[in-house]
């Protein structure tokens, strides 16, 4: 598409951070040169919604912004939500893209799968839409967003120029640049790393037990073809993801069984 | 386990239909037999959950149930802190096994994508425990089961036999038998298809727009290897799940961008 110079792609915005987020706020700066924007997020962060929709009470749209190249909306739905919106009830079609971020915290490794950021990416992909996800491994509201223009432009320059490959979308993690300088990107697999939890138990004011989801991360897969490992050596991972769940290599083991 | 006829498995019973449902009576009443049996379920029901998590908000755990050989307990989170809690706060360490279900409704194709039932599996797959997830292909909440003992008996039977490879659950979809009695048990891959949505879009009576969620399912991939076939035809799919999301086919072609 980027070989009609005249052609201004349409853009999809979303994140699981909430509208008011510097992430969200930082991917739409940057990619406002790039074509018309539609953004459509969440009211609340939804942090941690995995690929979560809402179906027993109705959603909403708010406009925010309208202008020319430029439309912002919030909603009381999920990520995924935000994407079935955006394209149905906002652009009543399918946009050229779809960025979701950039999300305050890795993605990286096991958390795709709990991710609200990426499940909007991967819905997008469903669909049939190019789509990417961009996070910065720093959890803080007031992360520092100041170098990540250079990785989040090229990403995004590099797929509106090729494309995607079908059912095939990208999970991008950008390290926080506390630890020095980034050293380049790197295609990589996902980490075969887990969160192991801890609930924080305590007591209300009227003696009843209630737990807090805590955890921490522990990472065995140390391989350096690995999101992870890219990650913590200072490198953006780019890692190619599909919905496609069927684990191929169990298939003939399983099919010996007397089933 | 099986090799030593006194031991009892402790299996970790979930679903996403909320405790009451009929699907995870059945299930608990089909399972009993089999050893140790905890229920951990939410107080509602939890459809489309995805892998969220409750991050914001502190769970509650309650007891209904406590006999030898046999706990119930409901709380107020998702499916997969319905597993978290099973394993951290309720039995303090791994069962043997989790089965979750049986889904009011299929859990084949794309659907395994938005299943808080699938979602249970693979959080407890994650944490290395062999998981089963079962589901009847009828929503309905007085759904029939009556025809399901022999397959859940035989998918149970053959993972505390055999256990599953590292990192593989299972995802197993019953047909309803509306259509005629099941023909047998089919080993499968998952269907590449999609939801089409449609939001059923309507005036508040304060002329607020609001939206429904609705759609319809769109299967393109008719192949005979895949869950959706099988369902389709009379047969119970089971298809072996891993959450592993690199879509490995396309590392090579991205490593050639220029980034």
């Known amino acids: ?45 939804m942090s941690g919604m995995g690929h979560a929709i809402t179906i027993k ?3 909403r749209v708010k406009t925010v912004s309208k202008e020319p190249d430029y439309e912002e909306y919030i909603c009381n739905g999920t990520p995924v939500d935000c ?15 779809l960025v979701s ?11 795709v799968i709990y ?9 997008a992909c469903i669909d049939g839409i190019p789509a990417i996800g961009f996070s910065l491994c720093d959890y803080g509201l007031n992360a520092d967003f100041s170098h990540v223009d250079e990785f989040v432009d090229k990403v995004v ?11 095939i979308c990208l999970n991008v993690n950008i390290p926080s640049n506390d630890s020095g300088p980034i050293k380049g990107i790197k295609v990589c697999r996902q980490a075969n ?17 209630y737990h807090w989801l805590t955890g921490r991360f522990e990472n065995s897969d140390v391989s350096e073809e690995t999101d992870q490992w890219a990650i ?14 069927t684990a191929y290599r169990a298939l003939d083991e399983i099919k010996k069984w007397e089933l």
Chains 1, 2 share one sequence.
């Open 101 to 111: 971020g950039i999300n305050h915290g890795s993605n990286a490794s096991i958390n």
């Open 157 to 167: 320059r590099n797929v509106l120029h090729h494309g995607l490959p079908e059912g």
């Open 83 to 97: 994407v079935k919106l955006g394209e149905q009830v906002v652009i009543g079609g399918k946009p050229d893209l």
């Open 232 to 245: 913590d050596n200072q490198f953006v991972s780019v890692v190619p993801v599909h919905y496609d769940l």
């Open 193 to 209: 790393a887990r969160w192991v939890e801890e609930f924080d138990s305590r007591q209300d004011p009227r003696g009843v037990d």
């Open 1 to 45: 598409m980027t070989e009609n110079r005249n052609y201004k792609p349409t853009i999809l915005i979303t994140n699981d951070d909430g509208y008011y987020a510097g992430g969200i706020r930082k991917l739409i700066s940057l990619l406002r040169p790039f074509g018309r924007i539609i953004v459509v997020a969440g009211e609340q962060s």
């Open 115 to 123: 991710s609200g950021t990426m499940a909007a990416v991967i819905e």
């Open 57 to 59: 009470t109705p959603l």
